[in-house]
């Protein structure tokens, strides 16, 4: 039997260098140390953190200071009017599009003038809110165009999944929308560096349709067909990523304390 420990030092295997946009909430301390602990057992990776905010926040910087895993942390501010109500639904408008689009144009400056011989490496969106097994990481390591997975419980679903015949894509096995272009979770693709690199309008947009964020990006990249398409996972059989979220948090005795006037329970510390 192999040994399953990595070796994260190892600079022989291509970089994945992963998106994660990140807003301020009182579990985001909680979720990015998750995501600390997982990425410092897959070797070769760079994150890149997008905070939602007019400056970098202590929190994340020194979080992210005392993680280990190589970083970069930009900031990007989503305009008021395009913000999350706290009465709207999770769909009721965009997300992290410009935070995504800002590691996007990081990584395209980081590699701006080099040769094709001195780029290689894999792309991927990493949200804040799932979970990812270790394994997710190899299978996408050496995608050669786009790579494309199940993601487990997303969509009202117990699996959204790629259809795969004669080891290609040819479809969705997903409940909402499944004619969308490319009818996929953030979580379940990752796109080559150098590809990425080589078409200019590849980003994501406000103008798309809910939904159909992944297709905007995913349609600069994928231009001949589904066949395009690198099945992972054995060939799509296998969830190594699931949306799991964490449980929002009821604080209604925080606000009892502001309204008696009390130092609230976070007073002097972080959580």
């Excluded at 080559?192 to 990249?221: D, R, T, V």
């Amino acid at each position: 039997m192999q040994s399953r420990i990595v070796n994260t030092n190892d600079k022989s295997v291509p970089t994945i260098y992963v998106v994660t946009p990140t807003y301020a909430r009182p579990q985001q301390k909680a979720e990015l140390t998750r995501l600390c602990h997982t990425f410092l057992l897959v070797p070769n990776i760079h994150w890149i953190i997008i905070e939602d905010a007019k400056s970098n926040t202590n929190l994340v910087h020194n979080l992210l200071a005392n993680c280990g895993v190589v970083y970069t942390l930009i900031n990007e501010a989503t305009p008021p009017d395009q913000k999350l109500n706290s009465t709207d639904s999770r769909h009721a408008k965009p997300r992290g599009v410009l935070q995504r689009n800002a590691g996007l144009h990081w990584i395209r400056d980081a590699f701006r003038g080099l040769p094709n011989n001195q780029i290689e490496g894999v792309i991927y969106f990493a949200d804040d809110d799932n979970t990812y097994s270790l394994d997710l990481f190899e299978e996408m390591r050496y995608t050669q165009t786009v790579s494309v997975w199940p993601v487990g419980l997303v969509g009202e679903l117990m699996v959204e999944r790629p259809k795969v015949e004669k080891e290609k894509v040819v479809g969705w096995d997903v409940n909402w929308s499944p004619n969308r272009p490319f009818a996929i979770d953030m979580a379940g693709f990752a796109v080559n560096l150098k590809l990425f690199l080589s078409k200019n309008k590849a980003k994501f947009a406000y103008q798309a349709k809910m939904g159909h964020q992944e297709s905007e990006f995913l349609k600069h990249l994928v231009t001949t067909g589904l066949n395009e398409l690198e099945p992972k996972a054995d060939l799509c059989t296998k969830v190594l990523v699931w949306h799991t979220r964490t449980e929002k948090v009821d604080l209604k005795e925080e606000n009892r304390r502001k309204d008696k006037g009390l130092h609230m329970s976070d007073y002097g510390i972080e959580v």
